[in-house]
């Protein structure tokens, strides 16, 4: 449990601005030194309370799940030890084929969603039929259910008996997972084009650029730049569903745990598999925050007219 | 430093102490039945018709949807139709319960485990018997000695697989928390991962779409497959049975379940006087041997 400082407790460290010229003699007066002296005390005090608030809370829900009659149980049943160390590297090979295919499936999602929402975004007559097509796929894709995709393509395809088409579970269902998400993603990125102010691009043809250099060299940037958050919600939201394909048979985390609750009845290796799924999405979010705080650190650094 | 005013430090303390109250004080009593009391402690009385069942009076029978052939006739399970229907009829009757008296309820295979208050009073779902399990539910005896077949394509090489030697080059696929996948995984040690399928459906499409070399299931639901549902495919032959013990198939309790001797005590009088194998004559008889693979 980790007591987050409250955002008052950062007061006090941003009050001791104007000393930043050594040489102009300046000497704080008392009531400033007083005044941010007492601005650190309430700092302090908040940080005291929040932790004391958050400990407490800590101690009623243990206290509520320990006393509860079906504990004992409970315990045995999602946190044993043994079914812990049993189920954690067969988890982990199936955590494998989650990797894969989310970096694969990703790489395409981000490929295929940035060119259906660019054949969307694109102006003039005579592609109105792509307007209308990538329109389609984004309203049938977004609207199917993922796990109806996911049968109709892993299932059904083989059923077909197409030569030289693949009937591997895995293949199939990635290009299922491909087809959902690249719809979702491609909302985002049209959301992103469109948000750009119309000026931008005003701007970019009026020095000259072709439309659809004004699309590559100045729109794409920023539209991409602010949606970098939603796109990572869309990633981690994949890395999850990346499990569904163990429809077609395929052994991945969650269905390496299956296997052993199935066989054992005790859900610990579920617990096991969850936290392995948490404990990978936290670094990938942490290095797309870093990632999107560096754009915006150069954007603030160039840009000044 | 300011001191905390007043009213907001007496506020905190009132509400931590009702916090704290709550927590001990909402905890419900554990009910009479004690959870880790061994099964079938002394005191219960299996008096007919009077157990100790959730709804007094009726006897209430879970089991998976959709219920499948043989075990149950047309997805129903009260129609006494199919051999885990009639045994469960069987098993009421004997307990004292008539036709009327019982109540059938849909309850997924996973969840029929999951710790908490069941909500019936035994499930009947092809469940094998395992001192495993038994540390999460308790089960009556077994009321049916099952063996495992494997199901190939009659056109395919794994069809001619007379060993399980044949079998390890092969993809193999069962449904995930059968005993099916165990027999891929522990006798067979095929050299490719066994597919496990959410449902036997899902496996047996597999085996249609050439994903799968063949699949495994129990020898009854074998034996309806290759007859009814995938016509172009046969059955391989069966496994022995895993450390000389038959396999067998029992009703799950809760753990603890007050019903669990009384149950287990109807399905042995019901083996001793030949019901289990007229039932199994009448509904499995289909289910001849196949050939077995050392």
């Known amino acids: 449990m980790t007591v987050t400082k409250e955002e008052s407790g950062q007061e006090g460290a941003d009050g001791d601005g104007g000393r930043s010229g050594a040489g102009d003699g300046y000497v704080p007066s008392q009531r400033r030194l007083d005044r941010e002296r007492h601005k ?153 084009i469109e948000s750009v102010h119309p000026s931008q691009r005003a701007a970019a043809r009026s020095l000259g650029l072709t439309n659809r250099q004004a699309l590559r060299h100045v729109v794409l940037p920023q539209a991409v730049r602010r949606q970098v958050p939603p796109l990572l919600n869309d990633l981690v939201s994949l890395q999850k569903d990346t499990g569904l394909v163990s429809i077609g048979g395929a052994v991945d985390a969650v269905r390496a745990a299956d296997i052993i609750v199935g066989r054992s009845l005790n859900y610990t290796p579920y617990i096991v598999a969850g936290l392995i799924f948490v404990a990978l999405t936290i670094p990938m979010t942490r290095f797309t925050d870093w990632v999107t705080a560096r754009m915006d650190r150069r954007r603030a650094q160039g840009g000044a007219l | 430093m300011h001191p905390a005013p007043r009213a907001l430090r ?69 129609g006494g139709e199919g051999f885990e229907s009639a045994v469960a009829y069987a098993v009421a009757k004997q307990l004292g319960y008539d036709k009327s008296a019982v109540v059938w309820q849909s309850v997924p295979f996973n969840k029929a485990f999951a710790p908490g208050a069941k909500t019936f009073d035994f499930d009947i779902n092809q469940v094998s018997i395992s001192d495993e399990r038994k540390k999460a539910v308790d089960f009556s005896s077994g009321y049916y000695d099952v063996r495992q077949a494997v199901i190939a394509l009659k056109d395919s090489k794994a069809a001619k697989a007379k060993s399980v030697a044949d079998l390890k080059g092969l993809k193999l696929g069962a449904q995930v928390g059968t005993t099916s996948l165990d027999y891929i995984d522990d006798v067979v040690k095929p050299t490719q991962e066994a597919a496990a399928y959410a449902k ?78 007229r039932l199994e004559q009448q509904w499995l008889s289909d289910a001849v041997d196949a050939p077995v693979l050392k």
């Open chain 2, 200 to 277: 036997n459906d899902q496996a047996k499409s597999a085996l249609k779409n050439g994903q799968v070399d063949a699949i495994v299931v129990d020898l009854p639901t074998a034996f309806y497959i290759t007859a009814a549902e995938v016509t172009d495919a046969t059955i391989v032959g069966q496994f022995e049975n895993q450390g000389g013990t038959p396999e067998q198939f029992g009703l799950v309790l809760d753990k603890g379940s007050a019903l669990t001797p009384c149950v287990t005590d109807a399905v042995d009088a019901l083996r001793k006087d030949g019901t289990l194998d």
């Open chain 1, 40 to 192: 650190r005390a309430r700092a302090r005090r908040a940080t005291a309370i929040g932790a004391l608030s958050t400990l407490v809370t800590g101690v009623v829900l243990y206290l509520v799940v320990v006393n509860a009659p079906g504990w004992p149980r409970t315990k045995e049943t999602f946190f044993d030890q043994e079914y812990a160390r049993e189920a954690f590297p067969k988890v982990l090979d199936g955590l494998w084929l989650n990797v894969r295919l989310l970096l694969i499936c990703g790489a395409c999602v981000l490929v295929l969603g940035m060119l259906i929402a660019v054949a969307r975004t694109l102006r003039g007559p005579v592609f109105f039929p792509l307007r209308v097509l990538a329109a389609a796929y984004t309203d049938f894709f977004r609207g199917l259910p993922l796990i109806i995709n996911l049968m109709i393509v892993v299932l059904g395809v083989p059923a077909l008996r197409l030569q030289g088409v693949t009937v591997d579970p895995v293949l199939l269902g990635g290009t299922a997972l491909t087809l959902t998400y690249s719809a979702y993603v491609a909302e985002v990125f049209r959301a992103g």
């Open chain 2, 10 to 78: 007496r506020a905190v303390a009132v509400a931590t102490t009702a916090l704290l109250a709550t927590a001990l004080g909402c905890a419900p009593q554990p009910d009479e039945k004690a959870a880790d009391a061994p099964s079938g402690a002394a005191g219960n009385t299996c008096a007919k018709g009077k157990l100790a069942t959730k709804t007094s009076g009726k006897l209430t029978v879970a089991t998976d949807e959709p219920a499948y052939e043989p075990w149950f006739k047309d997805d129903k399970p009260a």
